[in-house]
């Protein structure tokens, strides 16, 4: 029997949407096949963290801090996954760094390129760093999981791969979306923030290539068509965080923007958030895939979107469209929302047609399909 690992660190360790992404891809996985086909090794660190993980019956925790060993890697390619773990047939990396295989052959994950397609929004450390890994991993990988066709796209072009080793595996939506009473959702809403007033949404990090200053752009266009509309943004700090404050400090939006902070997935208030919104707006510059449409299409909550082509695969038919830098048509996107209401519900019923066809459990068939298609290779 083929020995598989798949590395669940990012389970423990991961930043928010790794650790939410790469818990529900193992889960459904587990639950679409036999758990005996697999092994979960992680870095436990010195104290020996556990993992859990429903449905892992064979789990490897490895007494070292992976971030001690990753100038090992970079530097000396070394110590090899066997080293750390034993012998296996296929070993998938949820990250672009990883130990290396020394015959093992290797499948990491590239979850965007932002790195490629929008440097100007990152420091020149985090940008160092971002490439430094890309690089690992095209030295290190046999072959290459990405999350959008767009993103196969990127990597096929800029780094000449063999489109034979590139897979797809989209991401699914979290069951826990779906759609509520509008009329509880706000109860629960005003409970928790005291907003009264109808709203705009945006769920994610506070990034530039988020495009918050675009969104509040976007925003002041509705200020005199929509004088009782608010403006709420959902997540955590990031390099946008400053110039957001600022801008919000600084005009009418000091009344109109509320800045609710970081949500954990597993708070019902995320829940209620999404179905007392009148439209999710997100107007990236990048995205490699993005979760929060989907989220509020599965709770019955139209979107407008940036036309990027991530996006579109995201939003689909159900999505409206405008360009990232141009605030005129996006406000005039989410006011047709706002006033055209056979419009609005053609979107909305369109919306949750898009999110059912994109559950967790169909993302691990195709995930498994690729695992087994590579086993296959020899």
């Known amino acids: 029997m083929a020995r598989i690992y798949l590395d669940a660190t990012p389970v423990l360790h991961g930043e928010r949407a790794v650790r939410r992404n790469t818990t529900n891809l193992y889960r459904h996985l587990l639950l679409e096949s036999a758990p ?91 940008l160092e760093w971002m490439l430094t890994m890309h690089a690992y991993a095209r030295r290190h990988s046999t072959y290459w999981l990405v999350v959008s066709e767009s993103t196969r796209a990127t990597v096929l072009e800029r780094d000449k ?7 797809v595996v989209s991401h699914g939506v979290d069951s826990m979306f779906h759609p509520l009473d509008p009329a509880e959702a706000r109860a629960a809403v005003h409970a ?59 005009s009418f939006l000091a009344t109109r ?40 299409m599965a709770c019955g909550i139209p979107v407008v979107l940036a036309d990027i082509p991530s996006l579109r695969e995201v939003g689909g038919d159900a999505a409206s469209y405008a360009p990232a830098n141009e605030p005129a048509p996006a406000a005039m996107a989410v006011a047709r929302l706002l006033e055209d209401s056979s419009y609005r519900e053609a979107k909305i019923r369109a919306g949750l047609r898009v999110a059912a066809a994109h559950p967790w459990a169909h993302a691990a068939q195709n995930f498994g399909r690729v695992l087994q298609r590579i086993l296959a290779d020899g």
């Not at 990753?70 to 090899?80: A, E, K, V």
């Not at 976007?218 to 404050?245: C, I, K, Q, Y």
Request: proline fraction near 8%; include cysteine.
């Open 36 to 126: 005996a086909d697999y092994a979960f090794p992680y870095f436990a660190g010195w104290r020996g963290a556990h993992l859990q993980l429903e449905g892992a019956a064979n789990t490897i925790p490895i007494r070292w801090p992976g971030s001690l060993l990753q100038p090992l890697w970079l530097r000396l390619g070394w110590p090899c996954i066997e080293d750390l773990a034993g012998r296996c047939d296929l070993y998938y990396s949820p990250d672009l760094m990883f130990p290396p295989g020394r015959r093992t052959r290797v499948m990491s994950t590239v979850r965007g390129v932002h790195y490629y397609e929008i440097p100007q929004y990152f420091s020149v450390k985090a």
């Open 161 to 167: 791969l063999d489109a034979d080793r590139v897979f």
């Open 192 to 250: 928790r923030f005291g907003f009264q007033r109808p709203y705009l949404l945006y769920v994610g990090v506070l990034a530039r290539h988020k495009n918050i200053a675009g969104l509040l752009r976007m925003f002041s266009h509705l200020r005199h068509t929509h004088p009782d509309l608010d403006l709420v943004l959902v997540g955590p700090n990031g390099s946008a965080t400053e110039e957001v404050t600022h801008a919000v400090a600084s």
């Open 257 to 296: 923007v509320r800045c609710v902070g970081a949500v954990a997935i597993d708070d019902p208030i995320l829940l209620a958030l999404y179905n007392a919104s009148e439209v999710l707006v997100h107007l990236s510059y990048y995205e490699g895939w993005c979760a929060p449409p989907l989220e509020a």
